[in-house]
């Protein structure tokens, strides 16, 4: 079927950037038939919520609390999808994940995970 891989994360201090990737694998008719990629984020004791998401045609969406900070990218051609985190604060602190909706499979998908850290 589909598989999502995160990378990137890892510590920073307030006011620096990171740079989150998200490739998809599997099945050809399925990867390819991947319509929305995006990224969700869970803080300590927090829901999971969503942070941003773009189509296959590159439509995008952002949470507020990350607009203007956080820029959402996708590489059709790779697989693969993108978060450039800048300006991060302590409140981006969570484990980032991504998710994929297969188009094929008619079915969402989602990434293990990466940790994102953000402290002085």
């Known amino acids: 079927q589909v598989q999502l891989v995160e990378s990137g994360g890892g510590f920073v201090q307030p006011g620096g950037s990171l740079r989150l990737s998200c490739a998809a694998s599997g099945s050809t008719v399925g990867v390819g038939a991947i319509s929305w990629m995006g990224w969700y984020r869970q803080a300590p004791g927090k829901q999971r919520e969503s942070v941003a998401g773009?189509?296959?045609?590159?439509?995008?969406n952002y949470a507020d609390s990350v607009k203007g900070r956080f820029t959402i990218s996708r590489d059709n051609a790779k697989n693969t999808v993108y978060l450039q985190m800048n300006s991060l604060k302590p409140e981006d602190t969570a484990v980032y994940y991504c998710?994929?909706?297969?188009?094929?499979?008619?079915?969402?998908?989602w990434g293990q995970g990466t940790q994102v850290i953000v402290s002085s």
């Open positions: 998710k994929g909706y297969s188009n094929y499979y008619l079915q969402d998908y």
């Open positions: 773009i189509t296959q045609g590159g439509a995008m």
